[in-house]
């Protein structure tokens, strides 16, 4: 019945919007020539700074650099259909790219049909997860995560994949997942550093630093606008891709063993679903529900920042259909996984992309560079490609992030450095769960001791004040507590705590009345819990009430047993609780303050 | 430092206050003959109800009946010196007997002498968990565990056990830890069914049941007081177990091949720290863990309504501490897991027990029973043993709290049919998991909600109220947010939607003010996002204004950058934000109610 009704509901609520469903409805409307010349624009940028990237990262993923290709074609393309973010750019990226090694790497070894598979597959599962959570609308899910335990992770992700690609700079072949794994190889194979390998990498490596830091500066000195200055910036690793090949290929270095690309085949990818296996899927269940958080996470970050820059709106659990399209997209086009990237997003809105159609047009030019170079990328050496991710990556890399947040938060900075040292010496996917784990354990924490204040009469008023901070009048018969927090499992336990040690402390108290204005919430855990007080207080003599319930509370209550065998009665408010059991108190105070025992 | 600080805190603690880690130094000093009489009455009941209790638990847990009787001695006086709650008595109870035929069972055959090893080192880790956490305080932890979660895992461990225990019944021999498997199992040994068993155990359980439900009105028709009847209640089991005992003997059954308890080695458990190897510590700390928290909950539930009850105080931490000793205690003579049993506190609580000294004193009995009976006991029936595990748990069974909780609150019960399934169908561990993870997903999703309201000012006055809920005044250049719960993870993403989705759909909005009256505490994430609503607010034009800040609140963000990159001001009250930034709006108003765009 309720399966039937949502999509009943769903079906009604898309017959009236289908923009809803697919945002490019609404923008592709109002599609004019302006907007094309821009889009053109931003697109030639972005795929010039994609090439080299996308090859980069199927590299670090243990894939054949052709497949980095194939996954920036299709999903930037679905991304445009269902995406909310006018300017998101969609495809493989660092973090994603070592997660996918990671787990992919358990399974087969690289370079196998297998492993291929897998990462294909993989790609389809974390879709599939998106796709799920976007129409149950599960996109709290992504909440688990703290910002602390993401930039934490993404700190040492960066540090994991800049130590792991040293071996293409030395030219040596080692493995490893865990920073001390990837720290003795390297040791261990350092001898067999090959010189071509390590000219090239190094070199390559310091010319793109010297862009980054210096290219734009410089160029804008000598007269370039801000704006195309920016642009050879992106194009700097073009050039060492372009230069480093000839190198290659000029001295012959493939045939003397140095790592390069090699064969490409030829045209664009078919399209055909992964081969499904159900032993492999149960093995790949959890990472690809780990990517798909990561991703999400990523992705609506980057939206929600360039969205908010132009005052435009993202519907977060539409995001979570787009990028699960888009996932599911890339492992029907023999790619990997991917999500929303920062750079190359950043890079899109700068270079003036309005519309999802800039991706569109992005995807046909990495389609035409697929049919165009794959001969030109044979003599490409990995150590040129290692060097763009490792510069890529040290920006990830925030070890001042740690101090900031551990001088605001002890806790957080702890979450953030378990995850951080979990990361690096147990792996991607331990060291996210430590950090998750250590997050939810503080919060629950937080939760488990809600405020809960003993209050007294305001001499003369019907207001009700915390006795240790305000001059108030109380009477010995009576404990009022003021619980500033809802009641949910948490701090069920604590709620009994609180009243059992008070009356335990003071054997004159007779009434218990806890005051619930800022009870928005009982689950059954506290329900149960206010029963259990209700049946020990009766046991021992003393009557339960409860003063200021609020209206869905109390709807929520008289479907349970509590009101029913409560001890003693419910009222509308605190005052009138007061006035009705202890008159004496509550007249006299109103007329003379001060007469009972009073808190300063 | 902090672990130096903190040893040296605890220590000075210690030396003034050494009552509060050794329980026992408090109520020893006032013993008197009359507490002693109280306390050795309630001995003698208790362990009439021990004896065939413990023989049945081991046999449960797969372990020899011995070391049930084993586990009964040490801990009650280990609780009795360390424990905070007069009347809890600890020894080995159903549900976690169950975990330790569980977790025990994957590593080593029931029977063999790795089996017994693994299940002390199980008790051993268990404890030291538990002094772990009491300790470190963490007596939090417990609270993963909501109460639907908790009650769905005790029912569904009680089907289950009743269940494993029917092969007793029958004299068949069969595995299986869920469900299906134990009913595949019974179904397939039909036809092996022993006569003998069934007669001694159908018979036994009809006398339990018939003892449970009819005996003691039967008794006090007979004019027995209701002390007395009460007592022979509780021997009944004794009764069974010497009638059943006796059958077997006389018929000589043994030898004609129905399973009877057999050789029990004479004399008490060795001391022994149980063999302690790395492999296997590995593979039992997830149950140990589980085990402890299980524990720990059904501890501190009985030990805190047995002491409401007497309006008497019990320590959590400390009770972690004397749980903790009592496993280690255990395991270091023989013994399994233990924990405070609901059923045996009750009647020692009932057979009028003041001080843990009754505990130490049916720990003697328990061991003079070791002493004595063990050649007795070879002829005793494990039938009739599972006659007394059937009749108990089916106690513990609840499916209509299942429809209570249900008619209460969809997700509380969603939770707990979860863990009943889960458990039924997958087994313990997987089971409590299942439920722990859908009541933390359903507390986060609640948790990232919080109630945010647009607010206005209510004309004439200083307050401001919820738009939707009150005739207030607001400008349309001013968004006032009133956020009704603290900043944390879970909802650091939701401030920033409400917020960019409100500006984004007001393009009029100059100002965005948050109220924080009642937010009691800002985490890292949400500062972060804090700082990023700030950003992207300047980018277009918007100031971010603070209000009401509570004082520790602004102590901690005093450390971050927020204050100094904020876009607006920190405003003491809401009030006085309004009349800085429109002073014409909040003097008119004053003046002149209603004169600008209101809200009814």
């Known amino acids: 019945m309720p399966v039937a009704r949502w999509a009943t509901e769903r079906w009604t609520a898309f017959r009236r919007r289908p923009d809803r469903l697919f945002p490019v409805l609404d923008w592709a409307r109002s599609y004019d020539a302006e907007t094309l010349s821009a889009d053109l624009t931003a697109a030639v940028i972005v795929t010039i700074m994609l090439i080299p990237q996308s090859l980069a990262y199927a590299l670090l993923a243990g894939l054949p650099a ?82 602390p335990v993401i930039s934490g992770f993404i700190t040492a992700s960066g540090i994991l994949i800049a130590a792991s690609q040293l071996r293409h700079l030395l030219g040596v072949r080692i493995h490893g997942e865990t920073l001390p794994e990837i720290l003795e190889g390297l040791w261990t194979a350092l001898p067999q550093t090959r010189i071509d390998a390590l000219v090239i990498g190094v070199g390559a490596t310091a010319f ?9 500066p410089l160029l804008m000195r000598l007269g370039w606008p801000d704006k195309r200055a920016a642009i050879a910036v992106r194009a700097a690793p073009v050039l060492a891709v372009v230069v480093t090949t000839l190198v290659a290929w000029g001295f012959d270095l493939a045939a003397r063993g140095l790592s390069v690309v090699g064969d490409v085949p030829p045209g664009l990818p078919s399209l055909s679903l992964p081969p499904l296996d159900g032993a492999l899927l149960a093995q790949l269940a959890m990472p690809a529900l780990i990517i798909s958080i990561v991703g999400y996470v990523e992705t609506i970050s980057v939206a929600q920042t360039l969205a908010a820059r132009r005052r435009e709106r993202i519907d977060p659990d539409q995001e979570l259909i787009a990028l699960g399209a888009s996932n599911v997209g890339a492992a029907m086009s023999g790619g990997f996984p991917v999500t929303g990237g920062f750079a190359r997003s950043v890079v899109n809105f700068d270079s003036g992309a309005r519309t999802p159609a800039a991706g569109a047009f992005t995807a046909a030019a ?19 490609l290692a060097a763009t991710i490792i510069v890529a990556v040290l ?19 702890a979450a953030m450095m378990l995850t951080i040292v979990g990361t690096l010496l147990a792996g991607v996917e331990i060291g996210i769960a430590l950090g998750v784990g250590l997050s939810l354990a503080l919060h629950l924490f937080r939760s488990s001791r809600p405020h809960v204040a003993v209050v007294g009469q305001v001499p003369g008023t019907e207001h009700f004040r915390n006795v240790d901070r305000h001059e108030v009048v109380t009477s010995p018969e009576i404990l009022s507590l003021r619980i500033d927090e809802s009641l949910y499992f948490p701090n069920a336990r604590f709620l009994e705590d609180s009243v059992y040690d008070r009356i335990a402390a003071d054997r004159r108290i007779r009434h218990v009345i806890l005051m619930c204005s800022a009870v928005n919430f009982i689950d059954s855990s506290a329900l149960e819990s206010l029963e259990a007080i209700n049946r020990q207080l009766k046991d021992s003599g003393v009557s339960l009430h409860l003063s200021e319930v609020k209206g869905p509370v109390m709807d929520r209550l008289a479907r349970s047993h509590l009101l029913h065998d409560l001890g003693g009665r419910v009222f509308l408010t605190h005052f009138d609780a007061l006035a009705s059991l202890v008159p004496e108190l509550t007249s006299r105070t109103l007329a003379q303050p001060r007469t009972l025992s009073s808190h300063a």
Chains 1, 2 share one sequence.
């Open 366 to 384: 990495m389609a035409l560079a697929t049919l165009t170079l794959t001969g030109a990328l044979y003599h490409l050496p990995q150590a040129t």
């Open 395 to 413: 920006s990830l890399v925030d070890l001042g992030a740690l101090a900031r947040v551990w001088a605001y938060s002890r806790a957080d900075g």
């Open 66 to 147: 052709e497949i980095g290709l194939y996954a920036s074609i299709a999903p930037l393309i679905t991304y445009g259909v269902f995406g909310t973010s006018r300017t998101l750019a969609v495809g493989p990226v660092a973090v994603i790219s070592l997660m996918t090694a990671a787990a992919v790497g358990k399974i087969a070894p690289q370079g196998s049909a297998d492993y291929l598979a897998a990462a294909m597959l993989l790609a389809f599962l974390s879709g599939l997860f998106l796709l799920g959570m976007g129409v149950l609308r599960l996109g709290f899910l992504a909440s688990f995560l703290s910002h």
């Open 208 to 216: 793109l630093f010297w862009t980054r830091s210096r290219l734009k």
